[in-house]
């Protein structure tokens, strides 16, 4: 207890030091008296009781207090009687007055005289009957009587300055006076008492000195040797501080470089392809034969602007345009159709990063290790799951004895550097044989998921690229990835910018601010 009272202490600002002595000197003091005993000023004051009562060493009590008054209108009424009075006045020695002549014959402004009729007949001192005002014998009584609201009217008339605390009787009277318009002023004031905690008991009984702190060693005080004779009040460095939100890589940029850099590492070369790419690169390259459903118009955009791309050189035309025919001399049949040139010019938004795979083949010789990352577009409905464009890297290893266990190899080792341990169960591509699916084990959902496709490139895929060659090729989403990584169930919050998401989502591996 001791020892946190005295750390308590050590941390205490002059301001609280001095408030706290002042209380206890003077237990009733008000905020305004502590300003004046101790030098400070009301605002230091305020602030170093809050900080005391955050810390239970003092207790804050704030009282609100109405103080009531008259309006001029109120003063009016004060100074001549209430309107109703005004008529029982005239009643008491008439009986009976005619509504017509009542402002005439009591003095009474005619626009009060209906309010005037209505608190008559409220405090049943008349009676209205056929447009006659005619006092009732408890009207009688009051000629002679103040009611209550009168006289709290009186009370408040004689003590001008505002009334803070009334009588039961008079209460009822201010109720009263409450329900006309406009006669009442009420004023609220604020005022605040301080009360010692047994916590702030022992800290007096501890007792401390009140000397001026520093808090903070600055450069002058160094220069000056100011810092020998200086006493620094220690940090509460467990004090909740504002938290601010640093501005971040967004999660799925940190994954694109952390895959970036991860093939880098394995030595591999980065091509980035284009967005619009022909059919042919998409497709045909591929060895996707030419009613293959993913060409449907449901699952390709394809574009208007431009209509149709350039096909490549010639030979690599006529020979892809065989081996989907009749398999050339890869040593298959082929697809046994008519393959046609226009609907390989058709441009297209890319629907997946393989194409760029073929084309790097076409374009360079082995060895080649090749990665690529970038977008990819296809006719998805939007839901949890599916975006029309997504993220897709891909990976390309071309050479000499390249095989299937080399592809095995360097996936393994690809997810075991994103952090997953990977499992590989057979699949189907048009371009590749033999082929895989990917599927990376999740720990918290104890299961396995498929991540990505993969194998060797067909030889009716490299002959006609001119590559004699194995070659290993392998794909996947991002987007998943990042699902997995960041715990997120709905892919649309990749892309929403939600802000609260974004600041509060760990980057908790490949952070790079
Ligand atoms: N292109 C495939 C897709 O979009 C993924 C893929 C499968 C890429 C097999 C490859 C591969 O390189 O060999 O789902």
Redesign the pocket.
């Known amino acids: 207890m001791s020892e946190d009272i005295k750390k308590t202490i050590s941390e205490l600002h002059i301001y609280e030091k001095k408030l706290l002595k002042e209380l206890e000197a003077n237990p009733e003091a008000t905020p305004e008296e502590i300003a004046k005993n101790t030098g400070m000023d009301i605002k230091s004051v305020m602030s170093a009781a809050g900080s005391l009562a955050s810390k239970d060493i003092i207790e804050m009590h704030k009282d609100v207090e109405e103080i009531y008054s008259l309006t001029d209108d109120g003063k009016e009424y004060a100074e001549k009687g209430l309107p109703e009075r005004r008529i029982l006045n005239a009643l008491a020695n008439k009986d009976r007055i005619h509504m017509k002549d009542l402002s005439t014959e009591t003095g009474v402004d005619k626009k009060e005289t209906n309010i005037a009729i209505g608190w008559l007949r409220r405090k049943n001192w008349a009676n209205i009957d056929k447009g006659m005002v005619t006092i009732t014998d408890f009207g009688k009584d009051f000629a002679s009587k103040m009611d209550v609201d009168e006289e709290t009217l009186d009370y408040l008339k004689a003590n001008a300055d505002g009334v803070r605390l009334f009588t039961d009787d008079l209460l009822n009277g201010v109720k009263k006076l409450a329900g006309r318009k406009n006669i009442l002023n009420v004023k609220k004031e604020t005022s605040h008492s301080f009360k010692i905690l047994p916590k702030g008991e022992a800290i007096l009984e501890e007792g401390f000195i009140i000397k001026e702190q520093a808090t903070q060693l600055t450069h002058q005080h160094l220069k000056d040797g100011q810092w020998k004779d200086l006493e620094y009040r220690p940090y509460d460095i467990n004090a909740e501080a504002p938290v601010i939100f640093a501005g971040k890589k967004h999660p799925l940029r940190v994954i694109i470089d952390e895959i970036r850099d991860i093939f880098l590492d394995m030595g591999f070369v980065e091509d980035n392809g284009e967005y619009v790419e022909s059919a042919f690169w998409n497709f045909d390259s591929l060895f996707q034969p030419q009613d293959h459903a993913a060409r449907e118009m449901q699952d390709t955009f394809y574009l208007k602007n431009p209509l149709t791309c350039d096909l490549p050189d010639m030979d690599l035309v006529k020979l892809t345009a065989e081996t989907h025919e009749t398999g050339a001399d890869t040593g298959s049949i082929g697809w046994q159709y008519d393959w046609s040139e226009d609907i390989a010019r058709q441009s297209v938004l890319r ?4 194409g760029i ?1 073929t084309k790097h083949l076409f374009e360079h010789e082995p060895p080649i290790k090749m990665f690529s990352v970038g977008r ?1 577009f296809r006719r998805e409905t939007f839901d949890y799951k599916h975006l029309p464009e997504f993220h ?1 890297v ?3 290893v071309c050479g000499e004895g390249i095989s299937y266990q080399n592809l095995l190899g360097v996936l393994k080792e690809f997810y075991k550097k994103l952090g997953f341990e990977v499992r590989f169960r057979p699949a189907y ?1 048009p ?2 044989y033999l ?1 895989t699916e990917s599927e990376i084990y999740l720990e918290e959902k104890e299961s396995w998921i498929e991540l ?4 060797m ?1 067909r030889p009716e895929v490299l002959k006609p690229l001119g590559i004699d060659q194995p070659a ?6 991002i987007e998943r990835l990042a699902m997995i990584r960041y715990d997120v169930e709905d892919i649309r919050m990749l892309y929403k910018s939600d802000i609260n998401w974004l600041r509060e989502v760990p980057l908790d591996k490949g952070v790079r601010l």
Do not use: C, D, P, R
């Open positions: 629907t997946h990063t393989t795979s990819v897709q891909e990976g390309l591509f371009y590749t082929s990505g496709g993969a194998g490139f290993l090729a392998f794909g996947m989403g």
